[in-house]
């Protein structure tokens, strides 16, 4: 692991000679989603509670990817001198808990995914939050809340606790909440679900439209020892919505399948050495042997210019040029994917805003209005705001042409109002 691996924000509660506990939070909210857990599970873990980027108060140094939260929070534990522990993640956390699982299995003891899935919903989806959240800030995430993370009658009826809810998510750093969402994005594992070799609970809400219990049935059909549990009457943040349930099915898994490094299963923490007189640091002794998996690398130029090309331009677009590909097309299909998206955009001279201002300023300049729409989606998903699309195209005017921007502003302006509108 790199020194200058960044570490998370944090809170400890129980016995600090019991074995260690993580809580991983849902994205949008903070360490106190557990907080109605903490007095049943304190009394036999440590328990250890962390904050996402920019969450809660913490450092906004935004994550590029659900590996890199993982990677953080293992630095995290490496200054405490944690060894081995059990983890429970919920949503976003979940995801970290699976990754951990996967990459750094001689970690974990025991595994819970809380409203989690093997991919979350489809890349374009979170992208586009990030769109809506770079030109319009969070407030259209806080509003669309009570319906994503709850039942409406919990909603109705429990309105101190909704305002809550949405006052997290008002004071998460936007810059954090756009790179969790863009982690998200690219986070699919469920081909990989196999790797996964601790015993692990699957929790969902009946009622979670989010990862509605069909995610978590895909999840409990890939992980070779899981078993599902279903909260009754609950939603998407059902440790909040359900608390005394969700806190009787961890206490429950995690007193019964808690696995010992050398994969004997079935011992309580009780009767387990406690996490702390583990190695402060077998993660580092293993990446120093060289031993720790690593992602499989991009192995051709043509797929490093298709991944570029979909997180760029979206699944969808590219979904739909590819359908429309024959057998006449492909190989300059393949021309374009492998030159364009793998020869240029890959390149690391200049970032992919930069870029696509000299697409959208090249676009105009040749008159290619047919490409502008997806290039200014392009530019949204790259991070540039409506205001600087803007800016690009009135000094197309100068240089371009006053009929070449006009055109350019109309398909433009549609395009944004589209993509930066709030969806449910």
């Known amino acids: ?48 509670r962390f904050d996402l980027p920019g969450h809660g108060g913490a450092p906004a140094h935004a994550a590029t990817s659900v590996a890199d939260l993982a990677e953080r929070l293992l630095a995290t534990l490496d200054q405490l001198g944690v060894g081995t522990f059990g983890y429970a993640g919920c949503s976003a956390g979940g995801a970290v808990g699976i990754e951990l699982s996967l990459r750094h299995p001689q970690r974990i003891a025991s595994l819970a995914l809380v409203s989690a899935a093997g991919r979350f919903g489809t890349p374009d989806e979170y992208r586009q939050r990030g769109v809506v959240v770079r030109s319009n800030g969070l407030e259209p995430m806080a509003r669309a809340l009570p319906d994503r993370w709850f039942t409406s009658s ?43 070799r601790v015993p692990t609970l699957v929790v969902a809400g009946s009622e979670d439209r989010v ?65 702390q007189s583990a190695p402060a640091s077998p993660f580092a002794e293993l990446s120093a042997a060289g031993e720790q998996p690593e992602a499989p690398a991009v192995r051709t130029e043509y797929e490093a210019g298709m991944k570029v090309r979909r997180e760029v331009l979206g699944d969808a677009h590219v979904d739909r040029e590819s359908a429309g590909t024959d057998e006449f097309t492909a190989e300059f299909d393949e021309l374009l994917t492998r030159s364009t998206w793998g020869g240029v955009w890959t390149r690391p001279g200049i970032d992919r805003r930069m870029r696509s201002v000299v697409a959208l ?44 921007a006009a055109a350019a502003f109309r398909v433009a302006r549609d395009v944004i109002r589209e993509e930066t509108t709030p969806h449910g």
């Open 1 to 48: 692991m790199s020194t200058t691996t960044r570490t998370l924000q944090y809170r400890l509660d129980g016995p600090e000679d019991a074995p260690v506990l993580i809580l991983g939070p849902a994205l949008g909210t903070t360490w106190h989603m557990w907080d109605r857990q903490i007095p049943e599970l304190s009394r036999q873990w440590r328990v250890l």
């Open 154 to 196: 919990f909603a109705a009826s429990q309105p101190a606790i909704l305002e809550w809810a949405v006052q997290m998510m008002r004071t998460t750093d936007p810059g954090c909440y756009i790179g969790a969402c863009e982690a998200l994005a690219s986070f699919d594992v469920r081909g990989d679900l196999s790797g996964v």
């Open 211 to 275: 990862t509605p219990p069909a995610e978590a049935r895909l999840l409990v059909a890939g992980i070779p020892d899981a078993r599902l549990a279903l909260v009754p009457a609950a939603s998407h943040l059902a440790p909040v919505e359900q608390p005394a349930a969700v806190t009787d099915l961890l206490v429950r898994h995690f007193d019964t399948a808690w696995q010992v490094p050398g994969g004997v299963s079935g011992i309580g923490p009780r009767q387990r050495v406690p996490a």
């Open 361 to 404: 300023t090249a676009l105009v300049a040749g008159g290619h209005v047919d490409d502008l729409a997806a290039h200014t989606r392009a530019a949204l998903r790259t991070g540039l705001t409506p205001a600087e699309i803007r800016e690009v195209l009135l000094q197309t005017a100068v240089y371009c042409g006053m009929p070449a």
